[in-house]
């Protein structure tokens, strides 16, 4: 692991089920995040792309190999130090935004903060520069039925990014929006890892969304099958993701 390393799982491999009958879900993968990284993970429904997002956000555990986060072997950790990481260091974005509804837009930015005991000055300055970023500066005082799906998800990123973590985790961050409101969320995902605030994996099954991405990882059946990168423009990554998800049969559609 070298000092740009986020995250990095050795063959990791994950077993569902019971004694007398288990499925393998992840047949021994290994990846490496890196701190500048924009990786979106696509693949048939049942690849195992949230499974993988699941363990990597600590969210699950594997059956063999290792999870390093932010240099500790989160399998090896004791639980208040997997809390304590996964505090500081992961941000989570979900496909329903999971927002408080009795709260306003702003104390839900700012509610990783305040459970932290930081003070409100401090949560309204943190919160109103995330919201200009993503351009939420006029919505900060509605509630959650006051907001598109597309402004709640913003705000569910900026909720994610509040306390500066080193990596972003989103399943399918897009998968409630319509296509206006998901290019607008990419378009804020991609200057957040631009500017270097932190590295982004994120589970999609659209290819447009990925070609947002600097890598496009394909899992098929528990194991990675190809790894694209961007290079050149997004138009023509785009192109060479859609020919890559032809060859492998077709369409990624939802789960
Ligand atoms: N908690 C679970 N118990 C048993 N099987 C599971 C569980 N979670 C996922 N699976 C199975 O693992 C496989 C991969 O699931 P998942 O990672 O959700 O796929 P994807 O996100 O690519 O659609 C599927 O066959 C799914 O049914
Ligand atoms: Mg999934």
Redesign the pocket.
Known sequence: MNENTVAEVKNLI?N??TRDFT?T??KGIDLTICCNDFIAVM????????????ILSTI?KPTHGSVMLDGHDITKISNQDLSKLRRDKIGLIFQDYNLLDTMTLQDNIALPLSLNGVASRVCMQKTEELAGMFGLSDHLKKYPYQLSGGQKQRGAACRALVTNPQIIFA??PTGALDSKSGKDLMKCLKEVNDSGRAAIFM?THDPYCASYAKDVYI?SD?MMKCRLSRGSGRKEFFDRIMDAQISMGGDFSC?
Not at 43 to 54: V, Y
Request: proline share 4%; aromatic share 4%; no cysteine.
């Open positions: 994950k569902y089920g499925a879900v992840l693949g048939p429904s049942g690849s195992g792309k949230t499974t993988l997002l699941n699950d399943d399918e589970v899992l528990g789960d």
